[in-house]
T-cell receptor, first 111, second 112 residues
Framework: DVKVTQSSRYLVKRTGEKVFLECVQD?????MFWYRQDPGLGLRLIYFSYDVKMKEKGDIPEGYSVSREKKERFSLILESASTNQTSMYLCASSRITGELFFGEGSRLTVL | GENVEQHPSTLSVQEGDSAVIKCTYSDSASNYFPWYKQELGKRPQLIID?????GEKKDQRIAVTLNKTAKHFSLHITETQPEDSAVYFC???????????FGRGTSLIVHP
């Protein structure tokens, strides 16, 4: 069974704090993604990675960075959290042109 | 780039009725069209997909149709049940791309 695990289901942070969201997949997938999910806006791609140390910006990369030091792990970093980054964050992984497997999501609240 | 429009944004049906969700895409090179279901509080999961070399695919009560000429594809759910209540996302991928473009989602509510 494919497993994509996100480190935290719920986080509450203060404005200006640095936030790390971690994602680990156990299926040796090449591709990993970070999405942001907001009501009425669907799934918006923040960053994706097609290989270790490789990353590409998605549709809404501003205010975010990512790290992929190992194939199984893809981290999303908010250098200085702001209230407009309060959202649900979903990690996903896939093989080349394949089905996306999502994590359970991390709900971040920035006060 | 690809643009995917999804309608309706919300759909309310009675148990046993059929439900249809429609998506249009802009890139004629798109050739893979998956549908994901997200139940409340859970992760999105693939429920059915279709590739551009077929016009229709069925899996029990769900089916997907594709019209390449008109660049639209639809999800059909027959004999809806309360457990079909969820948000459904369509997506499109171009050949050679591994990045899906998602529609904004449809919230389906099935009333018992």
């Amino acid at each position: 069974d494919v497993k994509v695990t996100q480190s935290s289901r719920y986080l509450v942070k203060r404005t200006g704090e640095k936030v790390f969201l971690e994602c680990v997949q156990d299926m040796d997938h090449e591709n990993m993604f970070w999405y942001r999910q907001d009501p009425g806006l669907g799934l918006r791609l923040i960053y994706f990675s097609y290989d270790v140390k490789m990353k590409e910006k998605g549709d809404i990369p501003e205010g975010y960075s990512v790290s992929r030091e190992k194939k199984e792990r893809f981290s999303l970093i908010l250098e200085s959290a702001s209230t407009n980054q309060t959202s649900m964050y979903l990690c996903a992984s896939s093989r080349i042109t394949g089905e996306l497997f999502f994590g359970e999501g991390s709900r971040l609240t920035v006060l | 780039g690809e643009n995917v429009e999804q309608h309706p944004s919300t759909l309310s049906v009675q148990e046993g009725d059929s439900a249809v969700i429609k998506c249009t895409y802009s890139d004629s090179a798109s050739n893979y069209f998956p549908w994901y279901k997200q139940e409340l509080g859970k992760r999105p999961q693939l429920i059915i997909d279709i590739r551009s070399n077929v016009g229709e695919k069925k899996d029990q009560r769900i089916a997907v149709t594709l019209n390449k000429t008109a660049k639209h594809f639809s999800l059909h759910i027959t004999e809806t049940q309360p457990e079909d209540s969820a948000v459904y996302f369509c997506a499109a991928l171009s050949g050679g791309s591994y990045i899906p473009t998602f529609g904004r989602g449809t919230s389906l509510i099935v009333h018992p």
